[in-house]
């Protein structure tokens, strides 16, 4: 079936385009969206000029939810909500399907879900409840990232989880502190960050620092680093000075640049850094299930949301993301109405 | 209940260096009617979809059906008429004969050439037609539009800003449809070929719903040309 996408073509320039679906799997109709400092690289050129060559003209956007339209097997109803997985594993491998190089991910070389419609395997699609919140649900997909890191972190951290440190005040900071608060409840969670009008909204940790104004006698178990760029650096390198011997750095912030690491402090202190990137099929589960037990966090993650745009045109896509790219804080919401 | 009635009775007598009419051309590696039609199956809303195609090419596109889409009980193909409003009351009557003619039951209508339709055409369609009775779907006329009764030199240039291309699906309530279209006599039946037309001269109104660009009607061989070319830059 024919099915009419919009891509980005270059920087800043979006168009029309036409594509082919078979209808042998699930359609869904995306309905709230959300934009990804990974979407705005591109949209802004950010990134390497070859990467922009390769992989555009492309759909961006592998935060979204929507409604099903047809599933070809009959296990979904029509209009039942749902959120995506935009990670597509290509066939069996070795490693988590988020980590396989075989894996396709949508907004990466693969169209994301600016579109009319969207086809995609049934395990690539999670039911949610039609009370969740739309404009949450639309960044599930980043939640689940923070998810799949913090159980990552479970299975590898072999001291005491008695006091973790977040760094970066940003989206995923505020998502990671939250989730940590909510799975591990008997864990002192402090939160290091720079601004402090976006500290200020992570009331629910158990203590907030700026990061040029830590006390000595702070020190952590483990640590989530959520800053990326090259601010990544000296994040870590906080981390490795207050971090306990033996603890985990689990590694969430992109950078475009190489990060320099202390590396005689790891081998001293016997540090596991653990990279995290993208979640798959069983940490959006997780998400949706947590969320359902756990009501109250809706209205903490309610604070993220600092736009909510109206798509009808190109253009009204074009606005958001500029104006997502003004705002220093929170997630940009596109209704989808294309 | 929900009808779709695609209208492929048109015999293309502006698509020129052909015999078969432009809804059986293939856009990629199917018939032009067969994309149209994918559209409307795919939306659970439409009870049935009904198939006017010109009365020798029914069992034609009843085989084009069960080999692309499979043998599906939604869908029906009958004969259109002579003209765009006969058609439109092929489907009417279709529709009295085999469920009866509700207060609430709606009818969208597409032309079979226009397979980019989108499904949030098609949506807004439903919605308008159940709220309002009657709707169009419409782009702003993006070229000055000039008025010229002779021909040869301009009568006016109206304000574009008031002005929209009609596109398609145009959507109604059944009952209204049936209603206004048998009123006309058969000089009115002539000029209207619009069913939109059809209720604004009745005095009803007749909502608008934003169309897109993409949603080209596939009229003359450039269109053929030109939706194969975007087609085939889409798999880039």
């Known amino acids: ?338 | 209940m929900i009808f779709a009635a695609i209208l492929a009775g048109g015999i293309g007598s502006r698509m020129g260096g052909t015999d078969t009419p432009k809804q059986f051309l293939d856009l990629g590696n199917k018939p032009v009617v067969i994309h149209t039609i994918e559209k409307f199956v795919i939306n659970s809303k439409i009870d049935k979809i009904i198939v006017l195609t010109p009365q020798n090419f029914v069992n034609h596109t009843v085989h084009l059906i069960n080999e692309f889409i499979g043998e599906n009980e939604d869908i029906v193909v009958i004969e259109g008429g002579e003209t765009r409003n006969d058609t439109l009351m092929n489907s009417i009557s279709y529709i009295d004969e085999n469920f009866g003619i509700d207060d609430d039951s709606i009818i969208i209508t597409h032309d079979s050439v226009r397979p980019f339709v989108t499904h949030r055409i098609i949506e807004d369609n439903i919605d308008a037609a159940r709220r309002y009775g009657a709707c169009d779907t419409v782009i702003p006329a993006t070229d000055t539009i000039v008025e010229s009764i002779n021909a040869k030199t301009i009568e006016s240039i109206p304000v574009r800003d008031y002005y929209y291309q009609g596109q398609t699906p145009q959507s109604f309530n059944v009952r209204k449809l049936f209603n206004l279209i048998n009123s006309l006599t058969p000089e009115e039946s002539n000029i209207l070929t619009d069913a939109c037309k059809i209720f604004t001269l009745k005095d009803e109104d007749v909502y608008l719903v934003e169309g897109e660009v993409t949603n080209i009607k596939i009229t003359y061989p450039y269109d053929l040309k030109l939706a194969n070319t975007i087609l085939e830059d889409g798999y880039d």
């Open chain 1, 1 to 338: 079936m024919i099915n009419i996408v919009y891509r980005l073509k270059s920087p800043k320039f979006f168009e029309e385009s036409i594509d082919e679906i078979e209808l042998d799997g699930v359609v869904v109709r995306p309905t709230y969206l959300s934009i990804c400092q990974a979407d705005q690289r591109y949209y802004q050129g950010s990134r390497p000029a070859e990467i922009l060559d390769k992989k555009l003209p492309m759909a961006l956007i592998h935060e979204a939810i929507g409604e099903v339209v047809f599933d070809s097997k009959c296990n979904f109803k029509s209009g039942d909500k749902v959120v995506m997985i935009p990670n597509t594993p290509m066939g069996d491998d070795v490693c988590r399907a988020n980590y396989s190089y075989k894996s396709k991910f949508r907004g990466s070389g693969f169209d994301g879900f600016t579109s009319d419609l969207i086809k995609l395997e049934d395990d690539r699609i999670v039911k949610l409840p039609d009370d969740f919140n739309d404009k949450v649900c639309a960044f599930i997909e980043l939640i689940s990232v923070a998810y799949q890191g913090i159980t990552k972190f479970g299975e590898i951290a072999i001291t005491p989880k008695d006091k973790i440190g977040v760094w970066g005040d940003g989206n995923l900071g505020f998502i990671t502190a939250l989730f940590l608060k909510e799975l591990y409840p008997d864990s002192t969670v402090t939160v290091f960050g720079k601004h402090q009008e976006n500290l200020n909204l992570f009331s629910f940790a158990d203590e907030i620092y700026r990061i040029h104004d830590v006390p000595d006698n702070v020190d952590i178990d483990h640590a989530f680093e959520c800053v990326g760029s090259s601010a990544s650096q000296s994040a870590i390198e906080q981390i490795i000075d207050l971090i306990n011997p033996q603890g985990t750095v689990n590694l969430f912030g992109v950078s475009e640049y190489p990060i320099p690491i202390n590396t005689r402090m790891v081998l001293e202190k016997g540090l596991t850094i653990q990279g995290n990137s993208r979640s798959d099929r069983e940490d959006f589960i997780g998400v949706v299930e947590t969320l359902k037990e756990n009501p109250q966090l809706f209205e903490y993650l309610e604070k993220l949301i600092t736009n909510t745009c109206e798509i009808n045109s190109l253009n009204d896509l074009k606005e958001a993301f500029d104006k997502d790219y003004l705002s220093k804080f929170g997630k940009t919401i596109l209704k989808w109405n294309i």
